[in-house]
C-alpha cells in the first residue's frame, strides 16, 4: 500500500482533486498544499469544519485511499473503496495467527509499557523504593509482569502527588478522571491509524473481544499510555489540589496536546501522533509476514515530553 497517512486537523479545510493529487486549502490568502493521491494511503479528517469536493471521493477511491472521518477526534465513519473494502490478505493472516506469534506481540507491547512506566517513575521519583522495584520488574519475565509493574507505578504517582490510598479505575474519580480523558485522546489517535493502515480493531492480540469495542486498538496503546501518565502528572503537580482534578477546557484542550510532543523513536526525533503510525505499520508487517519482531512498540529513549526536568 502507498506510504503517506495524510491528517487534516486545520480548523477549516477546504479539500478536492486535481491532476491526481490532493488538494487542501486552509487560509484562502495562502497557497493550497498538493499531495499526489498515488502516495497516499489514506487521509485522516478530524478538521471541525472541513468541506470536501465529491471528486475527491471518486479519485481516492480510484487510487485505493480511504478516508477517515472524525468528530471530536473519535472515528465515527470509514469510507473505503471497493477494492480496499475487505483487506483479505491482512484480515486472514490477522485471523489466524498462531498463537505463539500473537504472544510475542502481546509480550513487545508489554515490555514496552513497562519500560516507559519505569522511565517515568524515575523522573518522578528516582530514589522511591518503589522505582528501584520498578526498574527491576520492567526487566523481568513473570507471568503477572504487567499488573506488578502497574500497582509499583502508581505507587510512585500516588508518591510524587501526596495522593493517599490511590486507585486506578474507570470509575472511581479523581485523577482517574484526568485518566479516562487522557486514554480516550489516545485512543483515538491508535484508531485512526489502524483504519488508516486497514487494520480491523475488533481483532486483538489480547483484550477480550466486547460489543462495541476495539480489542487491537487497546492492545497497540499500551505503551502510549505512560505519555498520557506523564502529561497528566505534571498537570495536577502544578496547580492546587482543589482545581487539579477537575476536566476543564483548559485540561481538555491542554492534554489533547500530548500526541505533538517529540520524542525518539527508532533513531529518528518525531511527534508522538507519528510514533503511533509507525509502530501501527509495524505491526501490520509482523502480522503480514508472522513474524512478531518486526513489531516495533516505542520505548522513551533520551528524549523530553514538555515540562520534563
Request: net charge positive.
Amino acid at each position: 500500500m502507498s506510504y503517506h497517512i495524510v491528517s487534516i486537523d486545520a480548523p477549516q479545510a477546504d479539500l478536492t482533486c486535481r491532476d491526481g493529487q490532493l488538494v487542501c486549502t486552509t487560509d484562502p490568502g495562502t497557497p493550497p498544499r498538493r499531495l499526489p493521491l498515488e502516495d497516499i494511503a489514506a487521509i485522516i479528517i478530524t478538521s471541525f469544519s472541513a468541506r470536501i469536493h465529491s471528486h475527491l471521493f471518486i479519485e481516492a477511491a480510484r487510487h485505493g485511499v480511504s478516508l477517515v472521518i472524525c468528530d471530536r477526534f473519535q472515528p465515527v465513519s470509514l469510507l473505503l473503496p471497493a477494492c480496499r473494502s475487505a483487506d483479505t490478505l491482512l484480515t486472514r493472516r490477522h485471523l489466524t495467527l498462531p498463537e505463539p506469534v500473537r504472544r510475542r506481540l502481546w509480550e513487545r507491547a508489554i515490555d514496552a509499557k513497562c519500560a516507559n512506566q519505569a522511565t517515568v517513575a524515575q523522573k518522578i521519583a528516582p530514589f522511591s523504593n518503589s522505582t528501584r522495584e520498578l526498574a527491576r520488574a520492567a526487566q523481568a519475565r513473570t507471568a503477572r509482569k504487567e499488573g506488578g509493574c502497574a500497582k509499583l507505578f502508581w505507587d510512585v504517582v500516588a508518591e510524587g502527588l501526596r495522593i493517599e490510598g490511590f486507585a486506578r479505575g474507570r470509575k472511581l474519580g479523581g485523577l482517574n478522571d484526568l485518566l479516562n480523558y487522557g486514554y480516550a485522546v489516545l485512543l483515538s489517535t491508535v484508531l485512526q491509524k489502524l483504519y488508516g493502515f486497514g487494520l480491523d480493531p475488533t481483532i486483538g492480540i489480547s483484550h477480550a473481544i466486547r460489543e462495541r469495542s476495539a480489542p487491537l486498538a487497546y492492545d497497540l496503546m499500551e505503551p502510549f499510555r505512560p505519555c498520557v501518565d506523564w502529561r497528566i502528572y505534571q498537570w495536577v503537580k502544578e496547580r492546587p489540589h482543589e482545581e487539579a482534578f477537575q476536566v476543564t477546557g483548559e485540561f481538555r484542550r491542554w492534554v489533547t496536546g500530548f500526541t505533538l510532543e517529540r520524542v525518539d523513536y527508532l533513531g529518528l526525533e518525531i511527534d508522538i501522533r507519528g510514533v503511533i503510525e509507525g509502530s501501527v505499520r509495524s505491526f501490520r508487517q509482523a502480522v503480514l509476514t508472522g513474524i512478531a519482531r518486526y513489531y516495533r512498540p516505542w520505548t522513551w529513549r533520551n528524549s523530553k515530553w514538555a515540562g520534563s526536568s
